[in-house]
């Protein structure tokens, strides 16, 4: 059975770092882009990152560019966010998703929620 | 804003067909494949149509996709109570280059 499974989540200050995680297990993890999205409360859904399968290769939206950082171990199934100089706008809940194609696929996990106030 | 527009809402009562527009640009929709996603209050979204029109193993039939130009649809037939959701347009935009999202569509069935 595929699983994502996201920690790290909390609250932080305004200017702080928080690193989530999203453990993979249920398939090979090394062979699929992966991506980070996220939904502030009661609002849609953004997209965050997105790493290709050696993690060579990463894309980030406009609003995070500079601050934030994708990665992964593809010895540990583990799929990484660092996120520095948080801002309140950066409060939401981040889902881990593996890649089809281009997109987040099939596979989600049950997100995990950042809350940057002081 | 969205660089996907969707309508904030759309409404149908049991049993009937509603429709979920996504309308975009060369950029994106137009060049692009598109998926849709189903979000049902408190839950982490759910692929719903992949390819802009592939149903995931599992999907019923009552949920199609079509693609035309730079705008995408979803169609939902034998609407039922369980649909109640947010549903989003999602591709990739070659000139940023990002995926993007459609701000979201609530269906309620009346």
């Known amino acids: 059975e595929v699983q994502l499974v996201e920690s790290g989540g909390g609250l932080v200050q305004p200017g702080g770092s928080l690193r989530l995680s999203c453990a993979a297990s249920g398939f090979t993890f090394s062979r699929y882009w992966m991506h980070w999205v996220r939904q502030a409360p009661g609002k849609g859904l953004v997209w965050v990152s997105r790493i290709n399968s050696d993690g060579s290769s990463t894309n980030y939206a406009d609003s995070v560019k500079g601050r934030f950082t994708i990665s992964r171990d593809n010895a540990k199934n583990t799929l990484y966010l660092q996120m520095n100089s948080l801002r309140a706008e950066d409060t939401a809940v981040y889902y881990c998703?593996?890649?089809?194609?281009?997109?987040?696929?099939?596979?989600w996990g049950q997100g995990t929620l950042v809350t940057v106030s002081s | 804003q969205s660089v996907l527009t969707q309508p904030p809402s759309v409404s149908a009562a049991p049993g009937q067909k509603v429709t979920i527009s996504c309308s975009g640009s060369?950029?994106?929709?137009?060049?692009?494949?598109v998926s849709w996603y189903q979000q049902l209050p408190g839950t982490a979204p759910k692929l719903l149509i992949y390819?802009?029109?592939k149903r995931p193993s599992g999907i019923p039939d009552r949920f199609s996709g079509s693609k035309s130009g730079t705008s995408a649809t979803l169609g939902i037939t034998g609407l039922q109570t369980g649909d109640e959701a947010d549903y989003y347009c999602?591709?990739?935009?070659?000139?940023?280059?990002?995926?993007?999202f459609g701000g979201g569509t609530k269906l309620t069935v009346l």
């Open positions: 390819d802009n029109n």
């Open positions: 060369s950029s994106n929709i137009g060049n692009n494949d």
């Open positions: 999602g591709t990739w935009d070659s000139s940023l280059p990002n995926v993007v």
């Open positions: 998703a593996r890649g089809y194609s281009e997109l987040p696929g099939i596979y």
